[in-house]
């Protein structure tokens, strides 16, 4: 069996088990641009493969957008969507992709939304009580 160096490994991978590999390990992006440039692959694979790596960390890092944000705490967990039998279509395509800040803050803005939601209903259901 051929052991695979480092940069050879990287090159085998597609752009999701890339970004499980990096994440899994916390390998800084430097280190491995530093690696790719000093290996024995040609011009192009270098290119090719610091691309890859570009991309796997912006999926990694990619922080959700200000609409989307907004629309996980008023509607958490895509709370709107829970009505049809399909889950959240952004959610989807997050996990789909691997956006692994994505999908963290997907929670996170969900679970403000819900607290959010259950300090105020029983605010208003306590002020119409007292009127």
């Not at 629309?71 to 959610?91: A, H, R, W």
């Not at 996990?95 to 679970?111: Q, T």
């Amino acid at each position: 069996m051929i052991k695979l160096n480092f940069t050879d490994r990287l090159t085998n991978f597609t752009i999701e088990e890339l970004i499980e590999y990096l994440s899994s390990n916390y390998y800084e992006k430097e280190i491995i641009d530093k690696k790719i440039t000093e290996s024995n692959l040609t011009i192009t694979e270098q290119e090719k493969l610091l691309n890859k790596i570009t991309l796997a960390y912006h999926r990694i890092k990619e922080p959700l957008e200000l609409d989307l944000v907004l629309f996980y705490v008023f509607f958490p967990l895509g709370y709107v969507n829970s009505f049809s039998e399909t889950e959240d279509e952004n959610f989807k395509r997050f996990k789909k992709f691997r956006y692994l800040r994505k999908i963290k803050e997907y929670y996170i803005f969900s679970v403000i939304g819900i607290i959010i939601y259950s300090l105020i209903i029983p605010l208003l259901f306590y002020s119409y009580c007292l009127t």
